[in-house]
């Protein structure tokens, strides 16, 4: 085999395990922040906020500064593992219209997430009425994102499915 030859093959095998491992490492990184905001979020609302209700503003913003940088950290690890996860599975889902229906709207219902997360965890004045009524705008959060894992896990499970070959038919030779 020619050196240029082997070369191309040690450079094919290097980069189809690179997209694997990359593959492997966005996904971690996809459910691991997943768990840490949705789980996070339900924590604080069915745990963690009723404890609260009574203590100290102190308190409660101390909870919240900490709770911040959890948030914004599984926002980044979203976004970055999501929009790697979609730019890899676009060519294989085309024309595939429940995945695109799913992971589509999906993303639209995502970016409403972080934007209510984004706001809780905030400081400026204008989106204080929203921090006010926390406990209703992290029901919404946790209802939008028990749905956007139910629609993810269709697109991955009933959308990949592989189609049914079509029904072929035998020719019959005729008897003799
Ligand atoms: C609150 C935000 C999000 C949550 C809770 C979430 C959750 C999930 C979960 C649980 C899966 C894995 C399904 C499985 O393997 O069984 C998944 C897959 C995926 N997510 Fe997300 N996701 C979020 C945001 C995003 C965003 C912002 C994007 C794109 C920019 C995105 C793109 C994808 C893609 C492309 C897949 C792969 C679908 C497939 O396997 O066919 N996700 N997501």
Known sequence: MKFSDQLFELFESFSM????????????????????LLGGSICLKFVVGPVLKDQSQELKEAVRGRWKRFVHAAIGGLLLSGIYNYVKALPLHKGDGLWHAMVDAKIILAAGVFIIAF??????????????????????????????????????????????????????????
């Not at 694997?20 to 459910?31: K, N």
């Not at 991955?156 to 038919?169: F, G, M, N, Q």
């Open 119 to 176: 706001v809780l965890v905030g400081r400026s004045k204008g989106t204080q009425k929203f921090r006010d009524n926390a406990a209703k705008w992290t029901t919404i959060a946790i209802l939008l994102g028990l749905l956007i894992v139910a629609m993810s896990g269709i697109a991955k499970v009933a959308a990949s499915r592989p189609k049914a070959e079509p029904a072929t038919l035998t020719p019959v030779s005729p008897a003799p």
């Open 17 to 36: 395990d690179l997209d694997l491992i990359l593959g492997i490492v966005s996904r971690w990184l996809h459910i691991g922040s997943a768990i840490v």
